[in-house]
């Protein structure tokens, strides 16, 4: 007869769920932290700010650092491959639903800027984020992360932003200067 070792012991916390907290959810103190350097500023703002008389056009511009891999504790490491495909299908999947609402005055929806990491690439997750961006919701460009452990050459730099460059224009997700030509 075998026994099951955990039979009978009291139930604890799941190691494994509390490594999945610390490595992808900041802490509380972590989120104070970032409020006390943000916080005084945008104070600082509303009282400072100048208010102008009659309509006012506002332009957004949000370009982030998309990166699926990310593990906020660690600028390193990257998160499995499984973990980047539910975060990439999650963002494609809820953008859309709390961005179709906010329209612009000409009826565009609010196009995000996907700085996607060139040395970070996998198919499907530039595939996924080609089709949420086909689909109206933003475009991607390029940034690129290297030199970090060892000084990049310039023909290893080149290759990668020419290769990720040209990955992205196959799937139409590039913006071009005055809509034509190649990309550069
Ligand atoms: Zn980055």
Redesign the pocket.
């Given at each position: 007869m075998t026994e099951n070792p955990k039979r009978g012991a009291a139930p604890g916390p799941d190691p494994d769920a509390e490594a999945f907290s610390r490595r992808f959810k900041p802490s509380l103190l972590a989120k104070a932290a970032y409020a006390t350097r943000i916080v005084p500023r945008l104070g600082w703002h509303r009282i400072s700010r100048h208010i102008p008389a009659g309509p006012v056009h506002l332009i957004f511009a949000l370009a982030d650092?998309f990166?699926p891999a990310i593990i906020p504790t660690d600028g390193r490491d990257r998160a499995p491959a499984d973990e980047q495909e539910r975060r990439m299908e999650s963002w494609c999947r809820e953008y859309p639903r709390l961005a179709n609402e906010w329209r612009d005055s000409d009826g565009h929806s609010f196009q995000h800027t996907y700085?996607y990491?060139a040395e970070q690439y996998q198919k499907e997750l530039v595939d996924r984020l080609a089709e949420h961006c086909r689909e109206g919701w933003g475009e991607a460009a390029i940034?690129l992360?290297h030199g970090v452990d060892a000084p990049d050459t310039t023909d290893s730099t080149r290759r990668t932003l020419t290769a990720f460059r040209d990955s992205l224009e196959q799937r139409g997700c590039l913006s071009y200067l005055d809509g034509t030509g190649a990309a550069r």
């Open positions: 650092h990166e700085f990491p940034h992360h």
